[in-house]
């Protein structure tokens, strides 16, 4: 899997761009997910976040994480609509490293295992998983701890 990583300029020494692939790609392992696809992440602030979650879901707060999945609009696409590059564009995640600091104090453990959750639970996102009823919450809390567990016992 091909992930494009952006971190803001006040972050990147705070978290690993490497240590980020090494977890996405561990998420992709475990859902099976296809070699030729490709994701875009962003670790960024509470003002940025604040702002494409106003503008994409008409939520005026910034939150921790926010999933911009491609796949909708793939599976809607013709047949005959092949992707140019012949990868499958899974999407983009958006993290707020001062939203996952607060989790993570709030929660006693550290910002890096709170960016892995978040990061866990964006890319299920992309993968089409979601909470919006009691049924899949619990299915995806589910995914989100196995995987977790995986991350955690490579040492990631």
Do not use: C
């Not at 006693?108 to 890319?123: D, Q, S, T």
């Amino acid at each position: 899997m091909e992930i494009n990583i952006l971190i803001d300029k006040e972050y990147k020494n705070k978290v690993k761009s490497t240590w980020l692939k090494n977890v996405a790609r561990q998420v992709q392992k475990a859902e099976n997910v296809s070699e030729k696809s490709e994701m875009g992440l962003k670790i960024t602030g509470d003002e940025e976040i604040h702002r494409l979650n106003l503008i994409y879901l008409d939520e005026d707060r910034p939150t921790d994480v926010l999933s911009f999945p491609m796949n909708e609009q793939l599976e809607a696409a013709p047949v005959f609509v092949k992707v140019p590059d012949g990868k499958l564009h899974l999407g983009d995640i958006v993290i707020s490293y001062p939203t996952a600091l607060k989790q993570a104090e709030e929660h006693n453990h550290p910002v890096n295992r709170e960016i892995a959750i978040l990061l866990i639970h964006g890319i299920l996102h992309l993968l089409g998983y979601d909470h919006d009823i009691p049924a899949r919450e619990r299915k995806m809390h589910r995914r989100e701890a196995a995987i977790l567990k995986i991350i955690e016992e490579q040492g990631l």
